[in-house]
């Protein structure tokens, strides 16, 4: 057992700050903050687990070197400030919200599209080129991997502005729509993606190894977590179906492209109003995209009566990404 009880580090500002409430939240994982003054909280469907909010920078430095245990934040900021020590695992590097993308962006009237032209405008220039960002590590890792002349220019405010005022010749800096970029004439290479991001679950490998509970709690995050996400893709359908049995709805579901169900439908006898015995109840869980694909294939086997409803987990067997921080722990 620690000494200190876990610790869990969440954004304490901003979008992603919102968002990984918000997220956790729709889990079943409620953060409870009696004060909004103070920078730590508390899950009560965790009891084992003291939440702490920090800038998300700080998160991925206090995972790294253990004072915090776990941590939510963007695969941008692990990527830029992980270190080589490999200390942090990723245990889930989807949780699908806090979406951008780290990008080259050069001036408009710049005659180049791509990473290579870099090299070209660089010898053009006579000198290396000129980069402002807030992520040397990640920039420096890309450039030098295209063999592309530059020097890092330290960037804390607006980096759009920077190519305009002769600070920088280029930017690399995060993305969602690009809007801001056009706003201040300037757009991404068609090869300059250095980093796509979201929100990521991480750990602290070695707290991991050597403690169980530790262990458990990253079960438990990772099962309602994987639950949660599977099952927002996914609606519960309910149909009436007249056949001759079970098997013989089910042979008419599997004919179709989008009805089948997740391992197959659930069939049970109704007990209908005119006594006929060949009614049937229908349950199958189907994709969000293909409801109404699904709702016709239906309605062309014979289903009436068609019910739709949120669901809320999807729970396995086992979550795939507990058997992989099995494996990498091993």
């Known amino acids: 057992m620690t000494q200190r009880s876990l610790r869990i580090s969440l954004p304490s500002k901003g979008r992603l700050a919102d968002e990984t409430v918000a997220f956790l939240d729709s889990c079943g994982l409620e953060v409870y903050k009696p004060n909004p003054r103070q920078y730590e909280a508390a899950i009560p469907a965790l009891p084992g687990l003291t939440v702490l909010f920090q800038r998300p920078t700080d998160i991925v430095i206090s995972v790294r070197n253990s004072s915090v245990d776990f941590g939510i934040t963007g695969l941008d900021v692990l990527e830029e400030h992980r270190g080589e020590n490999g200390h942090i695992l990723v245990l889930h590097e989807a949780l699908g919200?806090?979406?951008?993308?780290?990008?080259?962006?050069?001036?408009?009237?710049?005659?180049?599209?791509?990473?290579?032209?870099l090299r070209v405008q660089a010898e053009a220039l006579g000198r290396p080129l000129r980069v402002a960002t807030k992520f040397p590590a990640l920039v420096t890792r890309f450039l030098s991997a295209n063999n592309v002349p530059f020097t890092i220019v330290s960037a804390e405010g607006t980096l759009e502005i920077a190519p305009a005022i002769g600070y920088a010749d280029l930017i690399a800096d995060l993305v969602s729509s690009g809007q801001t970029l056009?706003?201040?004439?300037?757009?991404?290479?068609?090869?300059?993606?250095?980093?796509?991001?979201?929100?990521?679950?991480?750990?602290?490998?070695?707290?991991?190894?050597?403690?169980?509970?530790?262990?458990?709690?990253?079960?438990?995050?990772?099962?309602?977590?994987?639950?949660?996400?599977?099952?927002?893709?996914?609606?519960?359908?309910?149909?009436?179906?007249?056949?001759?049995?079970?098997?013989?709805?089910?042979?008419?579901?599997?004919?179709q492209q989008t009805i089948g169900g997740l391992q197959g439908p659930t069939i049970s006898r109704m007990v209908s109003r005119d006594g006929d015995p060949n009614w049937y109840d229908l349950h199958i869980i189907v994709r969000r995209d293909q409801l109404f694909a699904a709702i016709n294939e239906l309605r062309a086997i014979g289903g009436s009566g068609v019910v739709v409803a949120p669901v809320t987990y999807i729970f396995e067997e086992e979550p795939p990404r507990y058997r992989a921080m099995l494996e990498a722990l091993a």
């Open 182 to 255: 056009r706003d201040n004439r300037l757009r991404p290479l068609t090869d300059g993606e250095i980093q796509a991001s979201q929100a990521a679950l991480i750990a602290n490998q070695a707290v991991l190894q050597a403690d169980p509970q530790a262990l458990a709690i990253a079960r438990q995050l990772l099962e309602v977590i994987e639950a949660r996400l599977r099952a927002r893709d996914n609606l519960s359908v309910f149909a009436n179906m007249r056949g001759e049995s079970p098997e013989a709805i089910a042979a008419k579901l599997f004919a």
């Open 97 to 117: 919200y806090g979406r951008c993308t780290l990008v080259l962006a050069v001036p408009e009237d710049w005659k180049i599209e791509t990473v290579a032209g």
